[in-house]
């Protein structure tokens, strides 16, 4: 299994910005996909953006336009920058990844709160 610390999160404004980090514990180049999700309370657990080691990038309509997922591989670190937020951001961010054959792992999530 991978492991996956996010790092980041926390009280920002309406409107304001932030980037999450995930830190994985294997060369994120070997991981064929990596993953930000995001859950509400109440509310299922939903794809933010993802990324493929070929650096295929896409994002949920919600977050479009205003969200940016990247990779740092010497890091082994995955990026998810969004701006422009709002208060239906908040929620706890997952970070996800996953090997073929080899399944997934799930990061232990990391609280963003959109508010003034």
């Known amino acids: 299994q991978v492991q996956l610390v996010e790092s980041g999160g926390g009280l920002v404004q309406p409107g304001g910005s932030l980037r999450l980090s995930c830190a994985a514990s294997?060369?994120?180049?070997?991981?064929?996909?990596m993953s930000w999700y995001r859950q509400a309370p109440g509310k299922e657990r939903e794809l933010v953006a993802f990324t493929t080691s070929g650096g295929t990038t896409n994002y949920a309509e919600p977050v479009k336009g205003r969200c940016t997922i990247s990779r740092d591989n010497a890091k082994n670190t995955v990026y998810l920058q969004i701006n422009r937020l709002k208060p239906e951001d908040t929620a706890v961010y997952y970070c996800?990844?996953?090997?073929?054959?080899?399944?997934?792992?799930w990061g232990q999530g990391i609280q963003v709160t959109v508010s003034s």
């Open positions: 996800n990844a996953f090997r073929t054959g080899l399944g997934t792992s």
């Open positions: 294997v060369s994120i180049f070997s991981i064929n996909m």
